[in-house]
C-alpha cells in the first residue's frame, strides 16, 4: 500500500523515511571525519572528495525532504499508538517536527553559505554552484555556516532520541511502533483523535530560535579587524609625497580549478612620486594575518602557505617609471614568509588637481616564495596568484 492509514505508514512515507534517515546518518559521519581530519597537501584532495560528496547528499536530502513534506501535507498521519501517555506522546511528535525541521534547514543553510564562500569542494552537479538571492559574502557564509552548526547539534540530540524511543518501543514494549515505519504493519487505534498541535508548535520554536540565534548574537570580531593599523614606512626621498586615502589589496587563485579570490584588510603604502619626471618610490606593509581567502583562509594563513604565525607581515619595495602616458610601473622586492623575489606590477596612474588614482596588477608564482611545497601540480592548488591593487591618494 502506497498511502498511509491512521494505524500505518504506506510505502511512499518509508522510503522518504528511510532514505533520508541512511543519507543524513552517512553526511553526519562524513562532515564529523572531514572537522577531525587535518588540511595538508596529502589530505587536500581527500577533503575536497569528501566534501564534495557532503554537499552533493546535503542537496539530494533537501529535495528528498521538501517532496517528503508535500506527502506528508496529503497523508492523513498515523495515530500515536499510546496516546494516553501524554507526555511521552508529545516528546516524541516534538522529536519527529525536530527532525522534520532538521532535514529541511540543516542542507538549506550549508547550501548557503557555499553558495556564498569562494573555493574548496564543489557540489557534483553540472547546474552551478550558486544561488538566486546568495551573493557572495563573508557575512552570509558566517551567518549560515553558524545555523548549520547550531542545526547540527539540534540533529545530533534529535537522532539520539528518535533511536532510542525506538529501540524501547522495539525491544521492550514490542508494540509495533517501529513495525510500522519498517513493514508497514498496523498498529494503535484509528479512533484516537489525537491533535498534535502542540508538539509541532514547539518543534517550531526549537528551529526558529536555531535560525535567530546566530542574527542577534553578537558576531566575533575577526583577529584582522582587531589588529591595529600596520604603521607606515618612512621614504627618504625629495619628491612630492602622496597620502593614501582609500584602496583594496586582493589576490585570486586557482584552487580546484576554480578561482578563489581573497584580500588583505590592513595594509599601508608609503608614496613618493614626481608627476613631471613620471619617478618615484613606493613601500607597501601588509599585515598578512589580515588575509581572507574564502573557504580556505585559516589553510592560507597556515604554515604551508603564507604561515602567518612566523612571518606575519610582508613589505613591497620598489622604485616607480612612467612606460607611457597613464601606463607605469614598480620595480622592486617583495619580501614574504621570508623570501626576497624581483617583482614588477604594472599599473595605470590617472592625475586630477591635487588628486591620484592607480590601478595594478602583476602575477606571482607561489613557489619563489616556497608557499604550497606539497602540492606539487596545479591540481589542487595553481601556480599563479594574481594580485590587484587599487587605490587614490592625496598629494601632501
Known amino acids: 500500500m502506497l498511502n498511509n492509514t491512521a494505524t500505518r505508514y504506506g510505502a511512499v512515507a518509508r522510503f522518504f523515511h528511510w532514505s533520508v534517515a541512511v543519507l543524513i546518518l552517512f553526511n553526519i559521519a562524513l562532515g564529523l571525519v572531514g572537522e577531525n581530519t587535518a588540511r595538508t597537501a596529502d589530505t587536500a584532495g581527500w577533503l575536497q572528495t569528501l566534501y564534495s560528496v557532503h554537499k552533493t547528499i546535503g542537496v539530494t536530502v533537501f529535495a528528498l525532504a521538501v517532496l517528503r513534506v508535500v506527502w506528508a501535507v496529503s497523508q492523513p498521519k498515523p495515530e500515536p499508538v499510546h496516546p494516553e501517555r501524554k507526555a511521552e506522546t508529545f516528546l516524541a511528535e516534538m522529536i519527529h517536527w525536530m527532525l522534520y525541521g532538521a532535514i529541511l534547514v540543516m542542507p538549506l543553510s550549508g547550501w548557503v553559505m557555499h553558495a556564498a564562500e569562494s573555493g574548496f569542494a564543489p557540489i557534483l552537479w553540472p547546474f552551478g554552484q550558486g544561488l538566486p538571492f546568495v551573493p557572495k559574502s563573508e557575512g552570509v557564509a558566517y551567518m549560515a555556516g553558524a545555523v548549520h552548526g547550531l542545526a547540527a547539534r539540534v540533529i545530533y540530540v534529535a537522532v539520539a532520541l528518535h533511536v532510542a524511543g525506538a529501540l524501547k518501543h522495539a525491544v521492550i514494549e514490542k508494540d509495533g511502533v517501529l513495525a510500522r515505519m519498517l513493514k508497514g504493519v498496523e498498529a494503535g487505534s484509528p479512533d484516537a483523535g489525537h491533535v498534535a498541535l502542540w508538539p509541532a508548535l514547539a518543534g517550531l520554536m526549537i528551529w526558529?530560535?536555531?535560525?535567530?540565534?546566530?542574527?542577534?548574537?553578537p558576531v566575533p570580531e575577526r583577529a584582522e579587524g582587531a589588529a591595529a593599523p600596520v604603521e607606515q614606512a618612512q621614504l627618504a626621498s625629495d619628491l612630492p609625497v602622496w597620502r593614501v586615502e582609500d584602496g583594496s589589496l586582493t589576490i585570486s587563485v586557482q584552487q580546484m580549478g576554480a578561482a578563489v579570490e581573497g584580500r588583505f584588510d590592513?595594509?599601508?603604502?608609503?608614496?613618493?612620486?614626481?608627476?613631471e619626471s613620471g619617478t618615484g618610490e613606493v613601500t607597501v606593509t601588509i599585515d598578512?594575518?589580515?588575509?581572507?581567502?574564502?573557504?580556505?583562509?585559516d589553510q592560507a594563513k597556515g604554515p604551508e602557505f603564507f604561515d602567518t604565525e612566523n612571518f606575519s607581515t610582508a613589505q613591497f619595495e620598489g622604485e616607480i617609471s612612467r612606460?607611457?602616458?597613464?601606463?607605469?610601473?614598480?620595480?622592486?622586492?617583495?619580501?614574504?614568509?621570508?623570501?626576497?623575489?624581483p617583482v614588477t606590477l604594472a599599473f595605470d596612474l590617472e592625475i586630477e588637481g591635487e588628486a591620484a588614482r592607480m590601478t595594478g596588477t602583476t602575477v606571482l608564482d607561489r613557489r619563489d616564495f616556497g608557499m604550497g611545497a606539497g602540492y606539487e601540480d596545479e591540481s589542487t592548488v595553481g601556480f599563479a596568484v594574481k594580485v590587484e591593487t587599487n587605490l587614490t591618494a592625496i598629494r601632501q
Open 323 to 341: 612606460v607611457d602616458d597613464a601606463a607605469h610601473e614598480a620595480v622592486g622586492m617583495l619580501t614574504l614568509v621570508g623570501q626576497e623575489v
Open 208 to 217: 526558529a530560535a536555531v535560525v535567530a540565534v546566530p542574527f542577534v548574537a
Open 266 to 275: 590592513n595594509w599601508s603604502a608609503a608614496i613618493a612620486y614626481d608627476e
Open 288 to 297: 598578512t594575518t589580515s588575509l581572507t581567502l574564502g573557504a580556505v583562509t
